[in-house]
Structure formats: structure tokens, C-alpha cells
């Protein structure tokens, strides 16, 4: 099951579960939509895999299968001091 993190590993943004502007790759690395596309082209800067738009998890859902709380934030050569 995805974790559905609540941030971008990047810029900290709050990614909830709802969000359109969430992107994972196949580790769920996640990241909002603008450092995916801007910083890293599409690509993870972790694993190197694609970034593709995360899947709503419809709200029912999420009360039997709630999402992640916990907050991975980490330095990326293309972010990293322009937090
Ligand atoms: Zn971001
Ligand atoms: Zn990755």
C-alpha cells in the first residue's frame, strides 16, 4: 500500500492525501509537483526512476487506510540550500 507521505522531500510543502500535486517514484519518493518538474525533470533525484503523479486515495479510504504523518525531507544536489 502507498505510504501517501504528507510532504515534498524537497521543499517541505504539505502534500495531503487529496493532492493533485503530489509525484512518487516506484520507492515513493515524494515530491510536489513544481521540484519535480523544475529541479529534477521528471526524474528522482534519489533512485533515478520517473516521477508520476500520485493516486487519490478516495477519503472513505482513508479512515480505514489513513495516510503516512511521517515527514521525509533530505538534500538534493538540485535543492539543497534553497530551503
Ligand atoms: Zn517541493
Ligand atoms: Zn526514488
Do not use: W
Not at 30 to 41: D, V
Not at 60 to 77: C, F, G, T
Amino acid at each position: 500500500m502507498l505510504q501517501l507521505r504528507p510532504n515534498c522531500e524537497c521543499c517541505d510543502r504539505d502534500l495531503p492525501p487529496e493532492s493533485l500535486e503530489a509525484r512518487i517514484c516506484t520507492f515513493e519518493c515524494t515530491f510536489c509537483a513544481g521540484c519535480a518538474e523544475s529541479r529534477f525533470a521528471g526524474i528522482c533525484p534519489n533512485c533515478g526512476g520517473d516521477l508520476a503523479r500520485r493516486p487519490v486515495r478516495p477519503a472513505a479510504l482513508l479512515v480505514k487506510y489513513p495516510a503516512s504523518r511521517e515527514r521525509v525531507v533530505k538534500a538534493h544536489a538540485a535543492c539543497a540550500g534553497s530551503a
